[in-house]
């Protein structure tokens, strides 16, 4: 058996690219890099590497995190700067033994050193958009922030050893040194190969608070299916958020389990990408349903066109 998941429909290019790495048996490990570096290649995508917003002051500061759920290796890098694939250092860093966690200028002299593609990660798009909310923030006073789409992937091989990767540019306007979720293990992401893995996307200031790809996974292991891990460890910590904090921010989970079964919950609408030995590479829906469960639905025509249009609709 193998499989992989993703977050958002941009994942489905990398995921059709890894999905052959999986069908000729090649590791997990190379699917994840493999599908997240198409992520954070690809101009038109706005919270991801090359073309990703950047921070108030205009740089694109990224955060990106490894994990091989074979040996627990974990390797990430927050706040990293014109480095053109945070994953693969993030996938790198899981191989020291110390200083496997790089911030800021660190990070960024470690990738150089190490001989990492180097790339100013300001596209001209993605600087016009900031330009432009800066100036809708100074005349409206309007709050930056919203929801966060991070690239998430699970995999599973046919050796039946698992890894996961995040990759993200993070908030639009963020501040300078802001840091989310994705690169915390437990909180955007987690993966053990004798039971599965997860990862996040949302609002990382509260899917921290929640640790819900540990959760999820922790779930998983005490016999949940990957479905009612995620149901239960998103819309449970949803509530509880809501009735202790006042209030909850986007969030959207993925699963997968040794087996190469999957699950995901969320409380937005929330794309994701799926293929498996038993499954065709495809898109789905997700939204949250009634009494904590979660309503998935293949993804229309109509929706794949309007979100063309809507990425490369000009600025
Ligand atoms: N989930 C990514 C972030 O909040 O930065």
Known sequence: MWGMIATWRMAHDGVLAA????????????AVETAIKA????PFYKSVGYGGLPNERGIVEMDAAFMDGETFKIGAVAGITDVANPISVARQLSDEKFNSFRVGQGATEYAMLAGFERKNMLTDRAKKIWEKRLAEIAASNLDPYDGHDTVGVVALDTQQQMAVGTSSSGLFMKKQGRVGDSPLSGSGFYVDSTIGGAAATGLG????????????????????SPQAACDRAVYGFEERLRKRYGKAGAFSLIALDKNGVWGVATNVEFTFSVATADQEAAIYMANPGPDQT????????EWLD?????IKAPV
């Open 294 to 301: 979660t309503v998935i639905t293949p993804i229309t025509q």
């Open 39 to 42: 992520v954070e290649d690809y």
């Open 19 to 30: 999905k052959e790495l999986l069908e000729g048996q090649a590791s997990c490990k190379d």
């Open 205 to 224: 200031e509260d899917l921290m608070k929640g640790c819900l790809s540990y959760e999820i996974v922790r779930l998983m292991g005490e016999g949940l």
């Open 306 to 310: 309007a979100y063309e249009a809507r």
